[in-house]
């Protein structure tokens, strides 16, 4: 990336911090957890306190309002010792219970600051879709504080999630890899989803990140870093989380349990062939280290596993989708007596329910692909370049 693309970016929560009134009148939620910081690391609820934004309520997502949680988990929290403040927990909420929630805390509008990175499954941008759907049925403002998109925003992969499909990894038509900041996204699914889900939009308004380009990634923007949830630890763990993701999908470690997750994969049944096979794909802006580890928990704990570490040579070469779709042909080849998919429900394959790859991909296409020996990587050509897949007027930066 050349020097014009590097510069310093004022996040949203950081120009509301500003000039509270640009959240509007009222008293006022804010969607929040560990991320939820000013460019200087101070925490946004307790510093827009004292800025005088009439804050009277928290609400957290997955993994919880200060981000202990692992996958799957939120936090017990009822009050939020920093602020005083009440906290409510959206995880597993939805519907008329949401709509209870919103009602219970007595907010007027609700500002969501959450960093998302890029990619369709991961959860805090469907939070937030769920919360403008409750938004626009209770009549509560929506206000976006937005952040850049870790990855850039000029590439998009894979297809449109078929919403027979959809599942809180994936609530609308969205590409795998989005391309698209939280703002945009809140737009395009104000503009397509929220309507069907809610009989109407939702009052919404974005405070822009100002000072980003989309060809900025996260080490470009001057921001710091913080993690988003437990096995998101650094840039690079972003960098391939949109392909790698896809193995939770697996009987495949993604490596949860280590300090490289996402960037490392294996399973037992793993030999010396699957780095050499990767390597003769020769795909673009990544090399395959073969590694074995131990993780500490989840799938597989306590046991010695084989398999890959991702480096990433070429961050604009890099497409994580189509290299991790390579990669689980690449298994099903090699192995086809131990490869299996998971369910929905952490089963593996044969137990009668869904697969939770179909969720992750947003259809059966690519599973059914993989099984038959077919050429998967056709089914990872995204929609269009985010300004496209996304809609005219969604955009609001070049």
């Not at 939820?36 to 004292?50: C, K």
């Not at 993994?63 to 936090?75: D, F, K, P, V, Y």
């Not at 609700?110 to 409750?134: E, H, N, P």
């Not at 206000?143 to 998009?156: E, F, M, Q, T, Y």
Request: some cysteine.
């Amino acid at each position: 990336m050349s020097t014009a693309d590097r510069g310093t970016v004022t996040t949203g929560i950081a120009r509301l911090h500003a000039a509270p009134e640009l959240a509007g009148p009222g008293r006022l939620g804010l969607v929040t957890n560990h991320t939820g910081v000013l460019p200087d690391l101070r925490p946004a609820a307790p510093a827009l306190l004292r800025a005088g934004a009439r804050l009277v309520a928290l609400f957290g997502p997955e993994h919880g309002l200060h981000g202990t949680g692992q996958a799957g988990e939120s936090e017990d929290l009822r009050t939020d010792p920093d602020t005083g403040l009440p906290v409510y927990d959206t995880y597993r909420s939805g519907g008329e219970r949401l709509d209870k929630l919103l009602a219970d805390s007595g907010v007027d509008a609700l500002v969501y600051d959450l960093q998302d990175i890029g990619a369709r499954c991961y959860t805090y941008v469907w939070t937030m879709f769920d919360l403008m759907v409750s938004a626009a049925r209770t009549g509560v403002r929506f206000v976006v504080a937005d952040r850049p998109n870790p990855l850039g925003g000029r590439v998009s992969e894979g297809p449109l999630l078929d919403e027979a499909w959809a599942s809180f990894v994936g609530r609308a038509a969205v590409p795998v890899r989005h391309g698209l900041t939280c703002g945009e996204l809140a737009r395009q699914l104000n503009a397509s989803a929220v309507p069907r889900a809610a009989g109407g939009t939702a009052d919404l308004t974005v405070i822009e990140a100002v000072g980003w380009r989309r060809a900025m990634d996260a080490p470009a923007t001057g921001l710091p870093w913080v993690a988003p949830s437990p096995n998101i630890p650094a840039p690079a763990t972003a960098t391939v989380y949109p392909g790698t993701c896809l193995f939770e999908g697996t009987n495949v470690s993604e490596g949860r349990g280590t300090t490289q997750p996402f960037e490392i994969v294996g399973a037992p049944y793993i030999d010396a062939r699957f780095a050499p096979s990767l390597a003769e794909l020769d795909l673009p802006g990544v090399h395959f280290r073969d590694l074995r580890f131990v993780p500490a928990f989840h799938k597989h704990a306590g046991r010695t596993l084989r398999g890959v570490q991702l480096h990433v040579t070429d961050r604009e070469a890099f497409t994580p989708v189509r290299t991790a779709v390579a990669m689980l042909a690449t298994l099903r080849r090699l192995y086809p007596d131990d490869f299996a998919w998971h369910t929905a429900d952490g089963g593996t394959e044969g137990t009668g329910h869904r697969h939770f790859i179909d969720l992750l991909w947003g259809s059966d296409r690519l599973r059914r692909a993989v099984d038959a020996g077919e050429d998967p990587l056709p089914l990872c050509d995204p929609p269009a370049p985010p300004g496209r897949w996304a809609g005219d007027g969604v955009l609001l930066y070049r």
